[in-house]
């Protein structure tokens, strides 16, 4: 089926290991992007991508890196990771996004638990 | 600041009774309004868009409503079902007609509604 496949859906990290968290989409979207969902908050934009080779920062970038080389894939890379990295990661994308009315996809989601 | 505010923070139903949720932001300059499903463990699945001069949009049983004057949406369930237990998440997108909030999508905490037989 179509759509955003994250992978793995879930990751138990020692503090201070370094991880990818994959995201490929099959939709030819040129608009991907990464989030967190923590108790209690909204989702929050960590990284996102306008096309292959365009990434920029969300409003929680510090400790994670992102790259862009395809038009289907955006890994999300956790440096060293801390336990305030403990979370639930969404990958997200959609077919533009200068055009307002396009929803975006969701992927299912990573759960990662840092300890 | 741009904020989304949903109430409540969680509901409980019975079963084939209607529910409304509610959403007040303050994003602006405003683009549109969506108002997502998340299963648990899922990831948000889009229920409907709503652009500024939209008032009413159904989605099956349920119907969204936007006042862009007062900056208040809600989120009507018609008839629940066990399969709407879910969290309902409010999500505002800023217009991207220029400044720094190109495109920026700002995301409510979501309501957790709890269907019982």
């Known amino acids: 089926n179509a759509g955003v496949t994250q992978t793995p859906k879930f990751q138990v990290l020692k503090t201070g290991q370094s991880m990818t968290l994959q995201c490929a989409q099959d939709m030819n979207h040129e608009y991907m992007s990464w989030y967190r969902q923590d108790p209690g908050m909204g989702l929050r934009l960590i990284h996102y991508s306008v096309g292959a080779g365009i990434t920029d920062q969300g409003e929680v970038p510090n400790g994670y890196n992102v790259s862009r080389s395809t038009t289907e894939d955006f890994p999300l890379r956790l440096l060293s990771a801390a336990p305030s990295q403990t979370s639930v990661y969404f990958c997200a994308s959609s077919y533009s996004l200068t055009a307002d009315n396009y929803g975006y996809t969701f992927g299912s989601g990573t759960r990662l638990t840092v300890v | 600041k741009n904020q989304v505010e949903q109430s409540p923070q969680s509901l409980i139903i019975l079963e084939g009774k209607n529910c409304t949720l509610q959403?007040?932001?303050?994003?602006?300059?405003?683009?549109?309004l969506r108002w997502y499903k998340q299963d648990t463990g899922r990831g948000p699945v889009s229920l409907t868009i709503m652009t500024f001069s939209e008032n009413t949009k159904s989605n099956g049983r349920y119907t969204a409503t936007l006042d862009a004057d007062t900056k208040q949406s809600s989120l009507h369930i018609t008839a629940s079902q066990l399969s709407d237990s879910a969290s309902y998440i409010c999500?505002?997108?800023?217009?991207?007609?220029?400044?720094?909030?190109?495109?920026?999508?700002?995301f409510g905490q979501g309501t957790i509604l709890t269907v019982h037989p």
């Open positions: 959403c007040n932001y303050t994003v602006s300059p405003f683009s549109n």
């Open positions: 999500v505002v997108r800023a217009s991207n007609a220029g400044g720094t909030s190109y495109g920026k999508l700002t």
